[in-house]
């Protein structure tokens, strides 16, 4: 079930053109996605390390596909869903629109991720049943 994260667009945002910089897309969208799993129910990531060891879902992959610009002023909303999941994976989607207007498309590959013990690196987990149904609610 898709999330609607807003963003208020600052003068900071833009580049010197008065544009929002393309970076700060993929800032906004980390934001959403988050959202997204605070929004159905899932602990956030300092918590659930707690809880289950999960330190969250880090980015593997990411494309972002713009088409129209963005300027300080404008409200923006990103619709946010999961619309693949895999084992360890799940593909993330973002809708950034102005009103009715399209601006850009992102989507993501993310996994949920725990720190291994013994060599102190992340690893992906099989995706929680948990975290998934409610996600899917």
Not at 100 to 128: H, S
């Amino acid at each position: 079930m898709k999330t609607v994260f807003k963003i208020d667009v600052q003068f900071g945002d833009c580049d010197p053109a008065g544009i929002v910089f393309f970076p700060n897309f993929s800032k906004w969208m980390d934001a959403a996605s988050l959202n997204f799993f605070v929004s159905h129910g899932v602990q956030p990531w300092r918590e659930l390390v707690k809880t289950t060891g999960i330190i969250g879902t880090p980015l593997l992959e990411i494309n972002t596909r713009f088409m129209k610009p963005a300027t300080y002023g404008e409200t923006i909303e990103i619709s946010t869903d999961i619309t693949e999941w895999r084992p360890k994976v799940f593909i993330m989607q973002h809708i950034v629109t102005r009103d009715e207007t399209l601006l850009c498309e992102g989507t993501e590959i993310r996994a949920f991720c725990v720190k291994d013990p013994v060599t102190d690196r992340i690893r992906a987990i099989e995706i929680p049943a948990d975290i998934k149904a409610k996600c899917q609610a």
